[in-house]
């Protein structure tokens, strides 16, 4: 009825209204499918190069693959069970929390404390570049270049000799309590330059009318900092935070160069577990059904991130 | 003949001088993970070019090669030829049914006279042999002569007292008897298996086949000794990355190693012979038999590899005493080639000594024994390494013992 109305109330020559719609259709159709050639080379890429190994390590997690054979063969929940029944990966799972929580904190809180100091200053991108550079190697690198400074006879140990703290001469890779906090502080000392850069970045984008305006109203520099700039910085810190949680999460490369040949694996994080258990060990199955559980926590602690972005953009 | 006859003639005939020449020019690769040995590979290759043969060698770390053997078998796409090791780990390997026998080639070099039917003895499974040698090395201690002559040590230990005397005076001119780390993480059970063959060969046997427990009273002695050693203060620091080069350094005096590390050292610095020699270590025990640790290690052929005539024409050529004198000369390897040179003079005098002591080799702990125990008890013996102590031994023999009993059970 409705339809006939508009049909009879249009002038002639004018198409009707359901012809209208079905033209919109078309076109939203071919504008989907124009999109979707223009996106299928990057759709064929992260398909092949990152879903389909998700899919097949799923599967592989489900079979009894070791060495030069069983991956035919269904295990069912086999490999999570004997995840859940092994220490190692309770202990892997303890230590990885402590490379999250020591990157959840500090990468950002050295690098706010760097930039506030560095901003303004004279010579600040000479600063930034400094502080940047150890960001500019890769991991393995910077690993190797760290096992000998902490090393018996390394810069650490010399330093301390030399200043007659002998006593604090340590075998800093090759103690329980020390090393992940040694390798810990190698990553920050990687780290802390991109998170510097990042936050500098921030910094200067504030807008300094609120800033200006406290001031005039008799803010404390502190309160400026905690009631002004801290709020408007929160999502580039919330950047930050996500960007070294993961950093932290998934590192590898420096903790395989520093602590794989620790007795017991009793310094590696679940990344490096499941390399030791896939590449060294054999035992393909098991080390997918470690990457499966990586994954899905490192999923979730993006994703909550990612909506804690969210609540702060609609802010 | 009309122009297309000629023009048909003229292709036929490159087409044929192609596949003759293509046939020559297909490279053959080998796989392995023993970059260390460079001089070796490239001395091969070289050697190789001159027979005629297109080889190459294509190097990756141990962790990455077994994995891309493994994935490589996995998917039925073996590589031609490649490194690996004996004992259980060439019997697992040989299980996948992708490795070729090499019995026939064997045979002709055995009946040539260019290998005593020994050599082949650490490659067989099953009465079949799978694979050539890359080396054939004993497990002996090093010394350094200047070390020893400043510690007023004559002669070379033979007993076991001797070499206990000859610890204490190398003490009391504060130089270190023993060099021994945990380099790459594999080296702990090298003090392992030596102190027990030199204690009780016949229960490294029974432990190496699920017959004797790692809690047992054999095993507990070895820590107990081995205990003893470092509480005396006779090893250095366990946590350095530069074995070979600190034994060079003079870092201590006597180092317990594979004779492949000869050429190591020789490039850190000290002459074989000259500067540094070898002994085989004095058993504990003087009445126990003697026995020598040999580590042998397989360059395998695929069934895929041993379809190809230009990798069978390799194979041939490799065990020649001419690519094992361009193989072993430079970085000081024997693989076992009767005719071929012998590569420094210890190498001489350890087999002469091998000889006269009438020492039995046995296989290394880690070809030995299965994977799937060797890999945590290693782990358990460089901690006890890193922190030595009968406390320390106790719980890594329990350790290995729980892993160990539980795959001896699910092998039943």
Redesign the interface.
């Known amino acids: 009825m409705t339809a006939s109305i508009a049909e009879t109330s249009l002038p002639p020559g004018i198409p009707s209204v359901d012809a209208m719609a079905a033209t919109e259709r078309r076109r939203g159709r071919r504008r989907f499918w124009t999109a979707l050639a223009f996106m299928a080379p990057a759709l064929l890429f992260v398909g092949i190069f990152l879903l389909l190994p998700v899919v097949f390590n799923i599967y592989a997690s489900l079979t009894q693959?070791a060495?030069?054979?069983g991956?035919g063969e269904y295990a069912g929940l086999a490999n999570y069970e004997r995840l859940l029944s092994n220490p190692n990966f309770f202990t892997a799972t303890a230590r990885t929390v402590v490379w999250v929580v020591a990157s959840f904190f500090l990468p950002a809180l050295l690098g706010l404390a760097l930039a506030l100091l560095v901003k303004g200053l004279k010579g600040e991108e000479t600063f930034k570049s400094i502080y940047f550079l150890p960001r500019m190697f890769s991991a393995t690198a910077v690993g190797v270049i760290w096992?000998y400074v902490y090393?018996?006879e390394g810069i650490v140990n010399t330093m301390l000799r030399g200043i007659g703290l002998e006593g604090l001469a340590q075998?800093w890779?090759?103690e329980a309590g020390l090393a992940t906090p040694a390798m810990i502080i190698t990553h920050l000392w990687q780290q802390v330059g991109l998170t510097m850069v990042l936050l500098l970045l921030g910094l200067n984008a504030l807008p300094t009318d609120p800033i200006e305006a406290a001031k005039v109203d008799g803010a404390s520099r502190w309160q400026v900092f905690r009631h002004i700039v801290l709020p408007l910085l929160a999502p580039t810190i919330l950047v930050v935070v996500t960007v070294s949680v993961l950093a932290g999460f998934t590192s590898f490369d420096l903790v395989w160069v520093m602590g794989?040949?620790f007795?017991?694996?009793?310094t590696l994080t679940l990344a490096v577990n499941q390399?030791w258990e896939?590449?060294?060990?054999?035992y393909?199955a098991y080390g997918a059904a470690i990457a499966v559980v990586l994954g899905a926590i490192a999923l979730s602690i993006s994703w909550s991130l990612g909506l804690l972005q969210q609540r702060l953009d609609r802010r | 003949m009309n122009m297309i006859q000629k023009l048909a003639a003229a292709a036929l005939a490159g087409a044929a001088l192609a596949a003759a020449g293509g046939a020559h020019a297909q490279t053959v690769t080998v796989y392995h993970d023993k970059p260390f040995y460079q001089a070796g590979w490239d001395g091969l290759t070289a050697a190789a070019k001159e027979a005629g043969i297109d080889l190459q060698f294509s190097a990756y770390t141990t962790d990455q090669f077994q994995a891309f053997i493994q994935s490589g078998l996995m998917s039925g796409d073996a590589p031609d030829a490649f490194t690996w090791w004996n004992g259980t780990k060439l019997e697992e390997i040989v299980e996948s049914g992708q490795i070729a026998p090499l019995d026939d080639l064997w045979a002709e070099k055995i009946a040539a006279g260019e290998y005593d039917a020994s050599a082949a003895e650490p490659f067989k499974v099953d009465g079949h042999i799978y694979g050539m040698p890359t080396g054939i090395n004993r497990w002996v201690v090093m010394y350094n002569k200047e070390l020893f002559e400043k510690a007023g040590i004559e002669s070379v230990p033979t007993t076991w007292e001797e070499l206990m005397a000859a610890c204490e005076k190398l003490k009391a001119a504060d130089i270190i008897p023993f060099n021994a780390s945990i380099q790459e993480g594999w080296r702990g059970f090298v003090w392992f298996e030596e102190l027990l063959i030199r204690t009780d060969p016949d229960a490294y046997v029974a432990l190496n086949e699920g017959k004797l427990k790692y809690t047992d009273e054999p095993v507990r002695r070895v820590f107990e000794i081995w205990n003893d050693l470092y509480a005396k203060g006779y090893f250095t620091d366990p946590a350095s990355q530069e074995e070979q080069l600190d034994f060079a350094r003079g870092k201590a005096a006597m180092y317990l190693a594979g004779d492949w590390n000869i050429g190591l050292i020789e490039a850190g610095g000290l002459k074989p012979g000259e500067d540094f020699g070898a002994f085989i270590m004095p058993n504990v025990d003087p009445d126990v038999p003697n026995v020598v640790i040999v580590e042998a290690s397989p360059l395998l052929i695929s069934t895929a590899g041993a379809q190809k005539p230009e990798v069978m024409e390799f194979a041939k050529w490799y065990l020649s005493s001419d690519a094992m004198n361009a193989w072993a000369t430079t970085p000081g390897l024997y693989a076992g080639n009767l005719k071929a040179k012998v590569p420094n003079e210890i190498i001489g005098q350890i087999a002469d000594s091998a000889a006269k002591g009438n020492y039995r080799s046995m296989t290394r702990y880690w070809e030995a024994s299965p994977s799937e125990i060797v890999l945590p008890a290693v782990e358990e013996m460089n901690r006890f390494m890193t922190d030595p102590s009968m406390e320390t031994a106790e719980t890594a023999m329990n350790n290995i013992e729980a892993i160990a009993s539980q795959y001896w059970a699910s092998r039943q």
């Open positions: 693959w060495k030069f054979s991956l096992y090393a018996n075998r890779l090759y794989r040949d007795p017991n694996r009793s390399y896939s590449f060294r060990a054999g393909w």
